[in-house]
């Protein structure tokens, strides 16, 4: 093996793409791991820093440019840690993210025919988020800017217009700019913990065109916000505007304490047909459009007829469980966070949905307790478990609760394989999988399947 050295420059080229995005490149059976690169670059790089078998290198230059390289859109896709695959074109992201479920199904899992339908894509994978959270700072010459964190730091690049998110978002960056300027307000300083103004967090209802700003500040009190608050209302669609008090020191965006200025203290949108109230603090999708695509094969996949028991496990404010109520006779959801479960009570009545029931607690807790205790059936489970995937008492629970259909709804599809593979093992048989992008230029694929439940017995 060569002995690589920090700064040595190094000639690879790209032949896959690893997790978090990095373009994956070998040299003498080392691997490397070098960001901004795309699959089918043949790049120079520079080392910096290697472990036994593999190392991170900086790109240089690139020397052969790959078929599916494009020139990123925006100017700082390279400082700012949000996208990583702004350099790829869209159509090669869609392939890599449908590769990545495939792999991790067949690695991980185990599987061998694996039923993949074509990934949903964007049809506009730009300005697709109806939430933004912009940290704000100072740059070296001492001037006001809100942005973006760094990848893997927190040095805020500048950016006002992230091409992801919507348009009215540099209006209203500006608008709080303008009045940190003329009242002497400072920026949050996350190192000395002082200055007052931390992020502003923005959100907009895409069906209904309302807009949400929430001023986080490290302080009681925000000087002269009647001001900041009529300048605000310039903007067509603002409907809410409250401050976020947060003097923890902490890299959480968000206190407990919200003090409303204006408006009714949350906005609404809706996906598909069901209306939902999002007020600063709760979960929502962030990519509404695609959501609704996601949630529709979820329900597609169910294959509700109107008699069903349905159970929705990590149900958030409730979005699968009242798409799913639409359709089924009754749907239980369960969520380990109350406010969540208060949003999703409120979403419920606010669409006149009353066959819905509601749990606080652990999926893993809820569920077996309810099984065992009140004797209550499924026959279909829908799962939309974090990251880590589902708690291996819950999973043993849904064999055990024996329902005909489970859709797994993931945003993680390495975990995603390891519960497939515990579900297959004992009697379901994966019946469908589908990729869903809702993250367009990053890394991140959503995934949705059906398992059928083949031979076992039902046990109601």
């Not at 900041?228 to 304490?257: A, D, H």
């Not at 629970?397 to 993931?410: C, D, F, H």
Request: aromatic share 8%; hydrophobic share 35%.
């Amino acid at each position: 093996m060569a002995d690589w050295k920090k700064n040595d420059i190094i000639e690879t080229l790209i032949e896959d793409i690893s997790e978090t995005g990095e373009g994956i490149g070998k040299t003498d059976g080392f691997t490397w791991f070098i960001k901004d690169t795309v699959i089918g670059d043949k790049v120079e790089a520079k080392v910096m820093k290697t472990k036994k078998s593999y190392g991170f290198a900086k790109l240089e230059r690139i020397i052969t440019p790959s078929p599916a390289r494009i020139e990123p859109r925006c100017p700082v896709a390279r400082q700012c840690g949000g996208c990583q695959l702004q350099a790829m074109s869209y159509e090669e992201q869609l392939k890599y993210k449908e590769r990545k479920i495939y792999n991790n199904l067949t690695r991980i899992g185990g599987f061998k025919d694996i039923p993949m339908l074509p990934i949903m894509g964007m049809d506009e994978p730009w300005r697709y988020r109806n939430k933004a959270q912009f940290p704000w700072g100072l740059d070296k010459e001492g001037n006001i800017i809100a942005g973006f964190y760094a990848g893997r730091s927190h040095t805020i690049i500048g950016c006002d217009d992230c091409l992801l998110g919507v348009e009215e978002n540099r209006d209203v960056l500006q608008r709080i700019k303008s009045h940190m300027e003329k009242h002497g307000l400072t920026p949050y300083d996350e190192a000395s913990h002082k200055g007052l103004i931390r992020h502003t967090l923005i959100r907009k209802g895409f069906k209904t065109g309302e807009i949400m700003v929430c001023q986080v500040i490290n302080g009681k009190n925000l000087p002269h916000k009647d001001e900041l608050v009529e300048s605000l209302l310039e903007i067509p669609g603002m409907t809410s505007i409250s401050l976020n008090i947060n003097t923890e020191q902490t890299n959480v965006i968000l206190g407990n304490k919200v003090e409303n200025l204006y408006g009714p203290g949350y906005i609404t949108d809706y996906i598909g047909k069901v209306k939902y109230r999002i007020s600063p603090l709760s979960f929502y999708q962030v990519n509404p459009v695609q959501t609704e695509k996601l949630y529709g094969t979820a329900l597609e996949y169910a294959g509700l007829t109107g008699g069903e028991v349905v159970w929705d496990l990590y149900c958030g404010i409730g979005t699968i469980s009242l798409f799913l109520a639409q359709k089924a006779k009754k749907v239980y959801g369960v969520e380990i966070v109350p406010q969540a479960i208060d949003d999703a009570r409120e979403n419920a009545k606010l669409n006149g949905i009353e066959n819905v029931e509601f749990f606080v607690g652990k999926a893993e807790e809820v569920l077996p307790e309810q099984f065992e205790k009140n004797h209550v059936y499924a026959d279909v489970i829908v799962v939309d478990p974090p990251r880590k995937g589902c708690d291996e008492v819950c999973l043993e629970t849904i064999v055990k609760m024996a329902p005909e259909r489970v859709v797994y709804v993931s945003c993680d599809s390495a975990t995603l394989a390891r519960d497939m593979r515990y579900l297959a093992d004992r009697g379901y048989e994966a019946v469908k999988v589908r990729g869903c992008d809702m993250f367009g230029w990053s890394s991140h694929v959503e995934c949705v399947v059906l398992m059928q439940n083949c031979g076992l017995e039902s046990k109601k």
